[in-house]
């Protein structure tokens, strides 16, 4: 019975709930991160065949993505940096700076990253619009009701500090 009613508070973006505030600290272990990663390339066909995410200190990360496409490697190490800041008017877009080998690799990994489904590429920084694939995912648009969505990194953990906010005037 709870779950329905959750669920229908999450269709109606809490609607029979207004003022209601959420603020939380939510700590997701590396390990979490890398099986979604697992069971969404598993989903699609493409040079990417497996990534593995390693989270360290200080908003950085490196990535070991396994490839299948020629002139490519079998398996390149990519370090990149998160931005802390995701919630951005009204909008969730998690900013991540690539730092990608030289040569034709280098060129190539964020126009590869840039082909991929809500992201996209201005050269080495990309840009993912967790909101779209949020929606997507669940069928439901929150991010007019996210105040505050921030990102940081500790060794083997991805910390999401959020706050959620509903009107309270009525929706």
Do not use: C, W, Y
């Not at 990994?109 to 809500?118: E, Q, T, V």
């Amino acid at each position: 019975m709870l779950q329905k009613i959750l669920e229908r508070e999450l269709a109606t973006g809490f609607a029979s709930l207004p003022g209601t505030q959420i603020k939380g600290k939510l700590p997701v272990p590396g390990a979490l991160i890398n099986q979604a990663l697992k069971e969404a390339l598993s989903k699609k066909s493409g040079p990417v065949k497996g990534v593995m995410v390693a989270l360290l200190e200080g908003n950085k990360a490196i990535a070991v993505v396994a490839l299948d496409q020629f002139m490519l490697p079998k398996t390149l190490e990519l370090p990149f940096t998160i931005e802390p800041t995701v919630a951005r008017n009204g909008k969730l877009i998690a900013t991540i700076q690539l730092e990608p080998p030289g040569g034709l690799v280098g060129i190539l990994i964020p126009l590869l990253a840039g082909l991929m489904p809500g992201v996209t590429a201005q050269g080495t920084t990309l840009s993912i619009d967790l909101g779209a694939q949020l929606k997507e995912k669940s069928g439901h648009d929150f991010a007019h009701l996210i105040d505050r969505l921030e990102l940081s990194t500790r060794r083997g953990f991805l910390d999401i500090v959020f706050s959620l906010r509903v009107p309270e005037e009525a929706l």
